[in-house]
């Protein structure tokens, strides 16, 4: 699950900074809020892939989602971008999840065949 929601939050890192500079160009938004916002969205892409298997690392990552999605009213672009990258982010939790349950029980499996060592 880590390899590909890491994948996902990478993505997302540069998605948001190409975000923030199309940002930048709205008249009414100044260039600090800008890229304090899209800083602190893109360290928290960084911060979530290492933060993704402990608890309550998925719910930040969902929360990040909605943000993304929300990011649409400054940026209408990131509405779709948002709702893609929101259904990435459910591919990755939910067929990581099934790809760390094959792994355990192939291990289990293994661990079960082997031979005992007099």
């Known amino acids: ?10 993505g997302e890192f540069f998605i948001i900074g ?33 933060l993704v298997t402990r608890p309550g690392g998925v719910a930040l990552g969902w929360a990040l989602q909605i943000a993304l999605i929300a990011s649409g009213f400054v940026v209408p672009t990131m509405f779709f971008m948002g709702a893609v990258f929101a259904a990435l ?11 760390e349950e094959a792994k355990a029980r192939f291990a289990a499996r293994t661990d ?7």
């Open 1 to 10: 699950m880590r390899t590909l929601c890491s994948s996902t939050l990478i």
């Open 18 to 50: 190409f975000a923030g500079l199309v940002a930048m160009k709205d008249p009414g938004l100044s260039m600090t809020t800008v890229w304090t916002v899209s800083g602190v969205a893109m360290f928290l892409c960084l911060l979530l892939c290492g």
């Open 112 to 118: 079960s065949s082997a031979p005992d060592a007099a």
């Open 89 to 99: 982010w459910w591919a990755s939790v939910h067929y990581g999840r099934k790809i």
